[in-house]
Every structure is written in C-alpha cells, then in structure tokens.
C-alpha cells in the first residue's frame, strides 16, 4: 500500500492550526493507520494508531481522523516543539509502509 | 522505562557485510515481537524485518530477503539484524522498534531505539 502525504511542507505560526493529509492507494481496514512525529535527530515518536487513537502521553491537541483510503492528523494549536517532520504509517498488509512525510515548519 | 540501543553500524563496501544489535532493556523483551526500519536520508522509514517474541516468525521487505537475516536472543534482551551483500541503497539509519503488546504482532511501533547509521560506499 503506497501512503502519499500532502502538503509536502506546511508553513505555520504557533497557535494555528494544522492539518496534515495521508493518502492511501489502497483501503486501509480496521483504521490500521499510525502517525509519528520526528524531530531532527531523533527517532520517531507515536503519536497516533487505529487511526484515531492516541498514544501513550500524547498531548490532547493532537488527532487523527479518517477512514478507508483517506486520513488526517489535525494539530490544534502549534506549539514550539510541534515543528517537526510527521509520519502516517498503514499496518494493514505486509509490508508495513509508511508515507514520505509532512514537514512542519515555522513561518 | 523501555530503552533501546543499536550499535554495529558504520563504512562498508558495496558486497560487504555488518551486524547490527539492539539492546533492549526496561521491558519484559523475550514477550515482544521486535522489528527493523531504517530510513534513507531525507526519506521516510521503512520497515524491514520483523521476528516474534519466541523466533518462530520472521518476515522481511523483498528488497532485503535473502541478504539480511533477523534474530534474537531473548537470554541477552539483544536484537540483531545480519546484514550481507550490503548494496549503496542499503545506505540509512537503521532502527529497532518494538510493537506495542506482548505476544501480538500489530505492525506499529511505540518505541525505538536512536538508530545506527549504515553507510554502504566504494
């Protein structure tokens, strides 16, 4: 299953809003989508799986949304440390794919 | 606290070899299956390789089957990932990653280590 993410970069300002689009060439069942989020250097972190469940400590201003082939990852105010390259992921079908990501970045 | 440590890598040639390793600690590591992803510069990551908790299943990319060969030792809390006839797009961080729940493969990922980087060049 190919993911293509879009915007390839979003330009924002802390406090706004940001929603970050993954595509799926095919349907993902069970919402088996995962967002992550990696800052520069760093591993990626989980934010989100089973579409719209978050993980393990993840602030409330992160979501995820969406079905089928389409999903979403909605920031609700950006704050500092949210400027960061984000990942969806489909655990659906071997292999594990993930998208090429949307950088976040500061206007 | 789970914590995971890769180590192994580095300058190969193409044709070369490596072995990676990630020592896990902070979980019950012998009840989780564990994978491999790496991620090419500016690239996204892409999984690997996965192994059960007990070694019985093992899965891999078709990009990598037959070259590199996953395996544990659940004594050690230790990962490791055999990497040979290493190609340069093999070149990329290389991370281990655990799934979730213990004794259930999901296919997500919520800890990784810090990665190792592999670079395969003349």
């Known amino acids: 299953i190919v993911l293509t993410q879009t915007p390839g970069t979003l330009s924002l300002s802390p406090g706004e809003r940001a929603t970050l689009s993954c595509r799926a060439s095919e349907t993902v069942s069970a919402n088996y989508l995962a967002w992550y989020q990696q800052r520069p250097g760093q591993a990626p972190r989980l934010l989100i799986y089973?579409?719209?469940s978050r993980a393990t400590g993840i602030s409330d201003r992160f979501s995820g949304s969406g079905s089928g082939t389409d999903f979403t990852l909605t920031i609700s105010r950006l704050e500092p440390e949210d400027f960061a390259v984000y990942y969806c992921q489909q655990y659906d079908r071997s292999p594990r794919t993930f998208g090429q990501g949307t950088k976040v970045e500061i206007k | 606290q789970v914590h995971l440590v890769e180590s192994g890598g580095g300058l190969v040639k193409p044709g070369g070899s490596l072995r990676l390793s990630c020592a896990a600690s902070g979980f019950a590591f012998g009840d989780y299956y564990m994978s491999w992803i790496r991620q090419a510069p500016g690239k996204g990551p892409q999984w690997i390789s996965y192994?059960?908790?007990?070694?019985?299943?093992?899965n891999y990319v078709d990009s990598v089957e037959g070259r590199f060969t996953i395996s544990r030792d659940n004594a050690r809390n230790t990962l490791y990932l055999q990497m040979n006839s290493l190609r340069v797009e093999d070149t990329a961080v290389y991370y281990c990653a655990r799934d979730p729940y213990d004794e259930v493969l999901t296919g997500f990922y919520d800890n990784w280590g810090q990665g190792t980087l592999v670079t395969v060049s003349s």
């Open positions: 192994i059960s908790s007990d070694s019985g299943y093992t």
């Open positions: 089973g579409a719209s």
